[in-house]
T-cell receptor, first 113, second 112 residues
Framework: DGGITQSPKYLFRKEGQNVTLSCEQNLNHDAMYWYRQDPGQGLRLIYYSQIVNDFQKGDIAEGYSVSREKKESFPLTVTSAQKNPTAFYLC????????????FGPGTRLTVL | AQSVTQLDSQVPVFEEAPVELRCNYSSSVSVYLFWYVQYPNQGLQLLLKYLSGSTLVKGINGFEAEFNKSQTSFHLRKPSVHISDTAEYFCAVSRGSYIPTFGRGTSLIVHP
């Protein structure tokens, strides 16, 4: 079955540690996205990539980094510079960006202790 | 710039009653409009979308939405809700090749 996988579902880290969230898709989509979700704030775009080896900052990129070395993979690193990293992180992909449906993964809930 | 406003953060309703979740957007040009649903601790999935053509769009699970250009609205409706419709609903807008912008979400709570 085609889809998007995110791992792990729950992640705990100590303050000051970097952590990498995995996102893989087998839909052959060109575009991939990372969103952060906090209660009452909807989805906020962290980074997106429209093609391999290229990515753009979203609205809240500070304290995060990404890479897009393969079409199917778009990992997100939450660095120690991110002041409030505890949140629910969602990865998505789409064929392109113009009116295309986004397909979301199940999410990773990150808790920084 | 594009933005989207979901006017209600929470909508409580009894089972089998009709429901409308409101969404307004701001854009001076043609837009694409989406409604997504999120069940607890899951990702989002598409309910329906408007790209062009008929202003009444039908989606999955009996939902429909009407695109109203003069009022810049895209309200989501269902004539009779079920307990299983309890979820978070997100409206999103995009134009051209821009990345979609999401609203803050509306929590639909269906009571028995």
């Amino acid at each position: 079955d085609g889809g998007i996988t995110q791992s792990p579902k729950y992640l705990f880290r100590k303050e000051g540690q970097n952590v990498t969230l995995s996102c893989e898709q087998n839909l052959n989509h060109d575009a991939m996205y990372w969103y952060r979700q906090d209660p009452g704030q909807g989805l906020r775009l962290i980074y997106y990539s429209q093609i391999v080896n290229d990515f753009q900052k979203g609205d809240i990129a500070e304290g995060y980094s990404v890479s897009r070395e393969k079409k199917e993979s778009f990992p997100l690193t939450v660095t120690s510079a991110q002041k409030n990293p505890t949140a629910f992180y969602l990865c998505a992909s789409s064929i392109g960006t113009s009116g295309d449906t986004q397909y979301f993964g199940p999410g990773t809930r990150l808790t920084v202790l | 710039a594009q933005s989207v406003t979901q006017l209600d953060s929470q909508v409580p309703v009894f089972e089998e009653a009709p429901v409308e979740l409101r969404c307004n957007y701001s854009s001076s040009v043609s837009v694409y409009l989406f409604w997504y649903v999120q069940y607890p601790n899951q990702g989002l999935q598409l309910l329906l979308k408007y790209l062009s053509g008929s202003t009444l769009v039908k989606g999955i699970n009996g939902f429909e939405a009407e695109f109203n250009k003069s009022q810049t609205s895209f309200h989501l409706r269902k004539p009779s809700v079920h307990i299983s419709d309890t979820a978070e609903y997100f409206c999103a807008v995009s134009r051209g090749s821009y990345i979609p912008t999401f609203g803050r979400g509306t929590s639909l709570i269906v009571h028995p």
